[in-house]
């Protein structure tokens, strides 16, 4: 029985999701876009210049998928006539753009409620469960308390947080609580165990995740997030594809934030890196321990959290041509019957309003030794990708999607 790799270049989108409207993003095009700034010249910096230069993705389909879902192939880039996968795109079905939501349900789970939500007022969170939290964990107060980028309300207060030993609560849009603190001023388990306070009071309200976010540093210029990061998530409402492997015996190994996002459910091993390059890496090394029947499971976070949430053209384009560079590493590392499913959870649109991540379909590029290439059409819904790997490690199928091999 052969393995199993599943590959998320987190926020990696290509367009045309049919309910974009419904969340203020019709024409929102993250892989489109970033690939026309590239043609025009305006995503030229000191890191990168001229069209985008994504040759491996492009033969794995990453550009027929996006025509398909676009409605325009990206600029700049050779079209093929026959990548060397078997490449589609598929829809979302699930009320959410957000990290859980996606990867949920690319592992057969679609979720069938609504997140709750932090309003983009200050102060941000209730005032009940702020009296609580800081009953409960001893604080002398809290800061921020409003809708803010990671990078920017540490700058903006992680002086005062050091100062006062107030720790920094702060939310975006998505569905989430997030709490930075100096690893050795504040410390790091007080951290986490504040953190693990802040998601019981958040359960009543439906918040998906509360995020730890350490960081280090002397004075704002210096300031770094760790990465000690660590993520409190709702579990799966039901079965997912790495339910099924671990209940038949089988390993999965959780590369990045993988494990956070399930809830620490459905994980054997888990690896842990910082950054793209350390995380293919982890995933490598992964695919070295994982024998027959086993998920390899990776989440590609870059693209989204240094370049995304940032609206950086450049660094965006720049990230997905190293990580284009490092692909053929990762197919000489296939065996006999692997299958590979590189493919997204969301959007966002680095040339779109806002920092906000933004509703598109995503590519579904499926690859191995052996496989023959083939389009394989527009998924209904992410499960999809889930149940296909269901069937090529020979578990019991899951209650949604449908396989597409």
């Not at 803010?148 to 998505?174: L, M, N, Q």
């Not at 569905?175 to 100096?182: D, K, P, R, T, Y």
């Not at 492997?245 to 620490?264: E, N, P, W, Y």
Request: proline letters at 6%; aromatic letters at 8%; a negative charge.
């Amino acid at each position: 029985m052969a393995r199993a790799i599943l590959l998320v270049m987190d926020s990696v989108g290509i367009g045309g999701a049919p309910d974009a409207a419904d969340f203020g993003d019709e024409g929102a095009d993250t892989f489109g876009h970033i690939a026309a700034a590239c043609a025009s010249g305006e995503a030229d910096d000191g890191s990168r210049s001229g069209p985008l230069t994504v040759p491996n993705l492009n033969r794995l389909g990453m550009c027929r998928a996006a025509e398909a879902s676009a409605g325009e192939h990206p600029r700049g880039i050779e079209r093929l006539d026959v990548p060397q996968s078997i490449w589609g795109h598929a829809s979302e079905t699930s009320k959410g753009k957000d990290t859980i939501t996606g990867h949920w349900e690319l592992a057969g789970l679609p979720v069938p409620f609504q997140w709750g939500y932090f309003p983009q007022t200050v102060p941000a969170f209730p005032a009940d469960l702020t009296a609580a939290l800081i009953e409960r964990a001893g604080l002398p107060g809290i800061l921020g308390d409003k809708h803010a980028s990671g990078t920017d309300i540490i700058a903006e207060f992680g002086e005062e947080h050091v100062r006062t030993g107030k720790p920094i609560c702060y939310t975006s849009v998505d569905s989430v609580m997030q709490i930075a603190a100096h690893e050795d001023h504040f410390g790091l388990e007080r951290l986490y165990n504040l953190c693990d306070i802040a998601r019981t009071l958040c359960d009543p309200l439906n918040i998906g995740r509360v995020i730890a976010r350490p960081f280090t540093g002397v004075e704002a210029a210096d300031f770094q997030r760790t990465p000690n990061r660590r993520d409190y998530s709702v579990p799966p409402s039901g079965e997912t594809l790495l339910d099924s492997a671990v209940a038949t015996g089988r390993q999965v190994f959780s590369i990045g934030k993988i494990d956070d996002i399930f809830a620490h459910r459905g994980i054997t091993k888990r690896k842990k890196a910082a950054g793209n390059d350390a995380l293919f890496d982890a995933t490598l090394q992964a695919m070295d321990e994982a024998g027959p029947g086993d998920l390899v499971f990776a989440n590609f976070i870059d693209f989204d959290q240094l370049y995304g949430h940032r609206r950086d053209v450049a660094g965006y384009a720049a990230c997905l041509e190293t990580f284009d560079r490092r692909l053929p590493e990762l197919e000489s590392s296939l065996r006999a019957g692997d299958l590979v499913i590189l493919t997204a959870d969301h959007g966002n649109d680095p040339t779109w309003t806002g920092t906000d991540h933004t509703r598109e379909n995503v590519p579904v590029l499926a690859f191995g030794p052996g496989l023959e290439p083939r389009e394989a059409g527009h998924m209904q819904t992410f499960a999809d990708v889930g149940q296909t790997l269901a069937g090529h490690l020979a578990l019991p199928p899951l209650r949604f999607g449908a396989s597409f091999i």
